[in-house]
């Protein structure tokens, strides 16, 4: 679609430039995407946008500077090159800040490009935004509206060059379907529920899954009441897991076992979570939303066990964390675009999934709620204490069936609590568009507080 | 920033498949970031970012593109594909651009005249305040970052209009530790405003602030749960109305049907005390502006007067619809992204008790110090916000600290439960108001203030 080797020929000229003491990274990014948002059965908005820049890195007697710039232009980036040697000079000395070095380990053979994107019309993306807002206007009597039907794509190609030896491309589209629909009683009472389809490209997304994802947990909301204040067993939705994972990982970041900030940095060894409980992260595989050939620091992606069987085996880090612990790289360097340095971080987790589908696991659980949705996440969990609450809405569990809906409470436990109390983990993998695949997982002894 | 000709060009290119209106935003950011922690600055960062957002309007339908490329030739491809929506052909009118007075001209001293060592200087200094401040503190870090951020608006309606954005912040966050495990504390300054931000503010005072709170913490025990008489301190729950009624006064999400307050201007929405307002004109504060993000003049705009619902907030589009003016709230992240409604410093104006009073005639109930973030389902109005710090109130009094949590309520109802307001107004912390993946910087306020009863998401029975 576009000329990548530019990106590559770009990072590597600046990477030429590096001094005999000096160490220099250049990320180099280009994303070509298209927004569509349906409303009365015509397009809202249609956005197209192409977007590219690049990080420079370097390195110099344990110094470390950083700068980036909007443009591939060779003015710009012999600026952010000119930045980032300035910054360096002001950087505290670490003999730990190193950049990856190249491991051996070989590249995952992974198809993460759909080529049929580049021929797809923009008509028929339009069309797809606009069916999926039709079959949700259709689906069901109570749907009263939709605040959003879009369909989005993205071509997305890197290229990373480094003294250390690193001329690396690669690239990956994705594309989706997102709704949220609106359900209304008699009353008048509103209630929300969101939908979705991803996939590599758009010949795969699913307007009809979306569509009854959304009404479904629209309609199943209506005539929701608070409930009584109390403990209960909770059982994720599968978004809601992956979720809570995301969290979950944050705490596995080697950056934050080195620097006090975990809360199992002293317990590798130790049982720190219920024996069903098997946490991969996993960017090698093919179907991971966020699957990916190498890490943000360019070494080949590859499989961590974070905690198998309730035991916790280690942590994940990029060069640098892993140089302060003493231990090699995970390749775990995540890296947020063109604009930041590489950070450590989970990229692709999921729970080894259990036996048990969605009706039995309900049905082993007895008496609970289903937590369809959860709201405040960034604002009432601190991965740090680990104190955990957050607003939620679902469906009540009665004698293993779902029963009333529930909204406006809360759930709370802490995060050390939650792994210890989780006493079933259905089979039903979901693939979410995030950084982590989900499934229902059900909590013990978490508090409800409501009426 | 960009040769009027240039621009005239775009529109017209933008308007040549019968469009009803094309505008091109351009923009141009240049910002510095300079990150210490574990007692290392580990991180000088700075960024450069130029580009312009060409829109056309076509009917209900908006077509948007963007691109760095800002020589003719990138700007008439980009207005040619924002232009694909348009339907019908005509022959474009000449448009005038009248230039409006330049914004943003308040600023003292300017970042990036500040040498780096300067800024560095400063995180250190916080770095040894947060430790000096409680033997308890075994890791800190501190952020120091710039902003400035100039744009062009120009539109088929004759608009032209520039403004010169500059921000600066400080934060810190502290982790304590101790026999109960670890606590955190952090805490930001910042203001539309140069470097003068620090002749005002002082960053030991602030880590000291913070270790102060994460240390506090450690004693914590678990928030209650259930329902609760909530008094939130001055200046440290604005966002309680950002949440509660603020995002659901979105005139974008009012014409969705996805708002609880769709229908109801000049209906008495909240208690006869409460005025909210949003005002992008407040100087210095973290969400002003010159002009919006479609060169409307900033304007304060009454929402609520009185509890009575007097306005949503608008943005061109809606307004247009609506065949009235847009109210100076159409914002966006940056040049890629298409403008929507958004707030700007959102605040409720004083009411008239003694704070300390509202705290003694509350017998049960929890103190909000510091509220964090929050979120709201516009839809059903239910709405969360964070407890950064708490404590418990017992006959009157503030007693123990509380572990961190969050609140949950319904906006509708939570205004009217509303049932002491005090005179003692401050405005909040700066605050990032994300919105379908857009986030812009924003400001809130309020005086102290009692919620009858609030659902406090703790673990204790």
Redesign the interface.
Known sequence: MTDSNSLLATAQRVVARARGDEQIEAYAARSKSTEIRAHNGDVESLSSAESFGIGVRVLVEGRQGFAYAGSLESAAVDEALVAARDNAEFATVDPDLVMAQPDGVAAAELDLVDPSLGSFDVARKIELAIDLEARLRSIDEHISGVESSDYFDVFGEAALASTAGFAIESAATRAGLTAYALAADSDGITQTGFGWSVSRGPGELDPGTAAAAAAERATRLLGATKPQTGRTTVVLDPFVTAMFLGIVGSTFSGEAVNKGRSLFADRVGDEIAADLITLIDDPTDPAAYSASVFDGEGLASRRNVLIDGGRLVGFVHNASSAARAGVTSTASAIRGGHTSIPAVGCRALGLVPGDLDRDELYRSVGDGIVIQSVAGLHSGVNPVSGDFSTGAEGVRIRDGELAEPLREFTIGSTLQRMLLDTVAVGSDVELMPMSASGLSLAIAGVTVSGQ | MLDRDLVEAAIAVGLSGGADFAEVFVEDRQSVS?FL???????????????AGIRVIS??????????DLSAEGLRHAAA??A??SRSSSNPETVVLAPSEPGGTTVVTYPETVP??TK?AMLRTADDAARAASNSI??ASARYSDGRRKILIANSEGVWATDDQVRTLFSVSC?A?GDT????GRESIGHTMGFELFDEFDVADLAERVAKRATT?LAAKP?P???LPVVIKRGGGGVLFHEACGHGLEAD?IS???S?FKDRVGEQVANPDITLIDDGTMAREWGHFSYDDEGHAASRNTLIENGVLTDYMWDHIRARTQGRGSSGNGRRQSY?H?PMVRMTNTYVLNGREDPDEIIAQTPYGVYVAQL??????T??G?????MLEAYLIEDGKITEPL????????GPKVLHDIDALGNDFEMGHPGMCGKDGQGVPVGDGQPTLRVSRL???????
Request: aromatic share 4%; hydrophobic share 35%; no cysteine.
């Open positions: 300079a922690d574990d007692g290392r600055v580990e991180e000088l960062t700075s960024g450069r970012d130029r580009g009917g209900e339908t908006t077509g948007y593109a963007h691109t760095a594909a924002a694909a929506v780096k060592a560095v075994s890791q982790v530790s495990g670890m606590q955190t913490k928030s749960s259930g329902e999400l969705k049907g996805a609880v890629q298409l964090g973030g929050g979120q709201v389902n839809a059903t239910d709405f969360v916000f964070g572990r961190e949590g969050n609140l949950i309520g319904n659902t406090v998401g703790g673990t204790a029975a």
